[in-house]
């Protein structure tokens, strides 16, 4: 008799499964190539089906939770956390901030980890989002307009 508790696993997330073991796994041609590990997956398939599907595998909720997953556990293992890296950085900042032996990049790196870390600042980026279709037409060669439909 079957644990109550048990998970189904649908054949969906074997597939899932069987894409993280060459997404995940060491050898470098398919560690985090998400087309190369769908090809390892399914050999005959095209490199541009790879491509697109690889990207959907990746993108997928399943996939996301597992790489979260992975992740911590594997940071947890290394015992690298958040504090740990936050903690590091500052000290490299001041390190390279000596001023008897100053490391401009180290100190530059450093920084820019600990302000992204915060938020400090947002790349920000202006969008014209306005379309006029009399200014489209006014770009367009005179030989181009005879060739439109009366309004």
């Given at each position: ?23 995940l ?16 997956l ?28 992975f992740?911590?556990?594997l ?37 820019k ?14 969008v ?9 037409l ?14």
């Amino acid at each position: 008799m079957a644990k109550a508790n048990k998970e189904i696993v649908t054949a969906k997330e074997i597939k899932y499964e069987e894409f993280l073991s060459h997404y995940l796994s060491n050898n470098p041609k398919t560690r985090y190539n998400a087309t190369q590990s769908y090809l390892q997956l399914y050999p005959n398939a095209s490199y541009d089906l790879a491509r697109t599907d690889g990207s959907r595998y990746v993108a997928s909720t399943y996939i996301q939770g597992r790489l979260a997953k992975f992740k911590q556990s594997l940071a947890e293992k290394i015992g690298v956390t958040e504090g740990f890296v936050l903690s590091n950085a500052k000290e490299v900042v001041e390190r390279c901030m000596n001023p008897d032996d100053f490391k401009e990049q180290g100190a530059i790196n450093s920084l820019k980890l600990l302000g992204s870390y915060h938020a400090m600042w947002v790349e920000k980026k202006e969008v014209d989002h306005h379309f006029s279709v009399e200014n489209k037409l006014n770009e367009l060669p005179p030989r181009e307009v005879q060739l439109l439909p009366p309004a």
